[in-house]
């Protein structure tokens, strides 16, 4: 005799059937239903690199007296550190590195902003808090449990997907959030999810919650995922184009936390960072002309190399921000200098901007967002946005 399934345990088994690799293509984890979203409307992509990107390596001040004391030819040879190739002239201050060819062109064409000396209010070196810190939006570690986009995303009832294996902590507190990861095997029983369908019909927010996860599947279907971020970016492209789909993609990528052996482990992810951007922008197609791409990690590195071809934690570093329509081609720095007296505890590249300055108008150009908002909800303490990102 076959006994019937209480609604609480079906509603389990669907969550776990939905992550078996036999079931669905992807793994998507149900969201509430979402508001029809405006074709032509503001994409916005944000990447985190986790681990610390070294911001002096990605975009070094090569116009700076003090850079030849901390990075020169000899210091680097002494520090055991392999041979970087000319960094790419940004202006008469600043390069970049020579693997990030897409973004050179982006900066060239005024689709590429460079925020230099920054970071969130975090001031020691550890990864963990660090990273708590930045998703969260807060001011101090741990004093908030949601992250910044997922507030913005709750208060004006968006959807968003992060490709990602487990919901990021920024997208938190968000009930249009989802998840999707690409499956090594695939395949769709049509008749189980005709029969999921059938029980579920007589509840309409079970019935919602699975049309939208399928309503995702169908996206998904047919989804070409190579190799790395370049494949899941290329993917986050695809779902931003799609007209059912969401306007708000998260991305990750680790290993950039290069204590040794710095130059040859950047010029790998660099390169992989500079591809999947390229993957991104070719998934968007015409959509790029109105997407902002925001790259953020951590915080930066130390100022000096070690004794083994490394950087170690530190704390000013680097943020990109890309798109049809920024305000690009500038480094947007109060540079505070590199000479000795000038880095953070003798040691660090200090900070001058914080990155929630650049979050900020970030969220209000995609959500239209009200300062009252954004400094009382979104990102609590947080100063009045007064920075144009912006071309007009």
Known sequence: MTLPLSRRAALHWLGAAATASAFVPARLALAAPSPSQDPLGPRLVVVMLRGALDGLAAVPALGDVGWSALRGDADAATANVAPVPAALRLDSTFGLHPSLAHLHRWYGSNELLVVHATASPYRERSHFDAQQ???????????????????????????????????????????????????????????????????????????????????QQDMSMGADV?????????????????????????????????????????????TGLDDGLGALREGLG?????????????????????????????????????????????VLADWPGLAKG????????????????????????????TVAQLQAVILPG???????????
């Open 342 to 369: 000038q880095l953070l505890d003798g040691r660090d590249l200090k900070p001058t901007i914080d990155l929630r300055s650049v979050i900020g108008p970030v969220l209000q150009r995609q959500f239209a967002l």
């Open 226 to 270: 190579g190799a790395g971020f370049a494949g899941l970016a290329k993917q986050a492209g695809s779902f931003l184009a799609d007209p059912k789909g969401p306007r708000v993609a998260w991305l990750e990528a680790g290993g950039w936390d290069t204590h040794t052996n710095q130059a040859s482990r950047l010029t790998r992810l660099l």
């Open 133 to 215: 810190l930045l998703e969260s939006g807060g001011d101090k570690p741990f004093a908030l449990s949601t992250g910044w986009l997922g507030r913005a995303l709750q208060a004006t009832a968006k959807p968003a997907i992060a490709l990602a294996a487990a919901m990021p902590l920024a997208l938190r507190g968000a009930d249009g959030a989802s998840t999707w990861t690409p499956e090594r095997r695939k395949g769709n029983d049509q008749d189980l999810m005709a029969r999921v369908g059938q029980m579920y019909r007589d509840d309409a927010q079970l019935a919602a919650a699975l049309g939208q996860a399928m309503g």
């Open 286 to 330: 015409a959509h790029w002309a109105h997407t902002t791409v925001l790259v953020m990690t951590e915080f930066g590195r130390s100022a000096a190399y070690n004794g083994t071809g490394g950087t170690d934690h530190g704390t000013g570093g680097v943020a990109f921000l890309a798109g049809g329509n920024v305000a690009g081609g500038k």
């Open 382 to 392: 947080s100063s009045k946005p007064s920075i144009n990102l912006w071309r007009t």
